[in-house]
């Protein structure tokens, strides 16, 4: 028995997977029971009549490529959040097994396993010394029940950059125990490496992708999981079979292509040089107590009165998101870098 297969649930590893309609392109196709004629009108052969490929070849191979891994180890979803919720149901057993949360961080870790029925543990990020990890507080609270363990670097919404040699180290030491999810939606922002790099040495550590951030997609809803091929083949067995649209594939494949990808470059630089313009002009204004440094394309801000300054920026023409729910951030705001306009419009609502 595998390290994977002890740490899931039982029952998972012993599903037995629905059989999609098999996908033999070179034939025509009378086994789906889609409609024949294509609504867009086309031969009805390959438009939006069929059912995309489950986890589409090409799409894979192309993401395997991007971030340098085997397509043996990346699994397509729906963002980054369904791989979050198939996570939580593969390896957590309603009302026995838990999840630990770093707060303040995404929602969706959490969320997603009292949706499932998991207990959720969290163990705070170090707001002191710019939101660290406090591994050992980590590894004290990951108990026997403990089979996922959620990063996120840079973190949402601190903006701040994991160390990573702690996470590496928390991968090693759990071994075996839980599962190490490190969430990368925010990397490109930040002139690191992805962490996939060390996933054939760290077999318990699964990296989050998704191209809604930096690739300017987040309309068409698509991520990747990327883990040991095992875990991988698990997850396959529950997501559903036509998880990606075509519609969403096209676009993905079509934002990849070399050209595209090439054009992308001054965008992400115009980000980074507004990012930067927005962390040294925020810190001026007399209602800015804070400004926390970023290295994703967003940053949190503690202001003297944030609902005055939300209802600012309303009056701008701008929405910003309220932090303030979040554990132990007072009156923070979460700016995303907008367009050199909305970024001097902003602060001069602040001003």
């Not at 395997?64 to 979050?84: H, K, N, Q």
């Not at 930040?190 to 760290?202: C, D, H, I």
Request: with cysteine; net charge neutral.
């Amino acid at each position: 028995m595998s390290w994977v297969t002890e740490l899931a649930r039982a029952d998972i590893v012993a599903l037995r997977v629905y059989e999609h309609a098999a996908w033999r392109p070179e034939l025509q196709r009378l086994h789906a029971n889609e409609l024949p004629w294509d609504p867009t009108g086309g031969d009805g052969r390959d438009g939006l009549n069929r059912y995309p490929q489950p986890q589409p070849r090409a799409l894979v191979q192309r993401l395997a490529e991007l971030y340098a891994v085997s397509p043996a180890s990346v699994l397509l979803g729906r963002g980054s959040d369904e791989a979050i919720d198939l996570l939580c149901r593969a390896f957590c057993r309603a009302g026995t097994d838990a999840v630990l949360v770093c707060p303040p961080t995404f929602g969706m870790y959490s969320v997603c396993a009292r949706i499932q029925g998991a207990d959720v543990i969290e163990a705070p990020l170090l707001a002191e010394q710019s939101f660290a990890l406090d591994e050992q507080q980590v590894l004290k609270r990951c108990t026997a029940r403990t089979k996922l363990l959620f990063l996120c670097s840079p973190n949402n919404p601190t903006g701040n950059l994991l160390e990573e040699a702690a996470v590496l180290r928390l991968a090693a030491a759990l071994a075996g125990r839980a599962l190490v999810v490190l969430d990368e939606a925010y990397v490109e922002f930040s002139g690191r490496a992805s962490l996939a790099r060390r996933l054939g040495e760290f077999p318990n550590l699964a990296i989050l992708r998704t191209l809604s951030k930096a690739y300017g997609l987040a309309g068409a809803r698509c991520g990747a999981l990327l883990a040991d091929p095992e875990v991988i083949a698990l997850l396959r067995k529950i997501i559903p079979p036509y998880a990606i649209p075509r519609l969403t594939v096209d676009a993905a494949l079509a934002r990849l292509a070399p050209s595209a990808l090439a054009a992308l470059h001054p965008q992400l630089a115009t980000l980074l040089s507004e990012r930067a313009r927005l962390q040294r002009e925020l810190p001026r204004l007399r209602a800015v107590r804070r400004v926390w440094p970023s290295d994703a394309n967003f940053m949190l801000a503690q202001f003297d009165d944030a609902g005055d300054a939300l209802e600012r920026a309303a009056a701008a023409g701008l929405l910003v998101r309220d932090a303030r729910g979040y554990p132990g951030l007072g009156c923070a705001l979460r700016i995303s870098v907008g367009t050199p306009e909305q970024n001097t419009r902003l602060l001069e609502s602040w001003s």
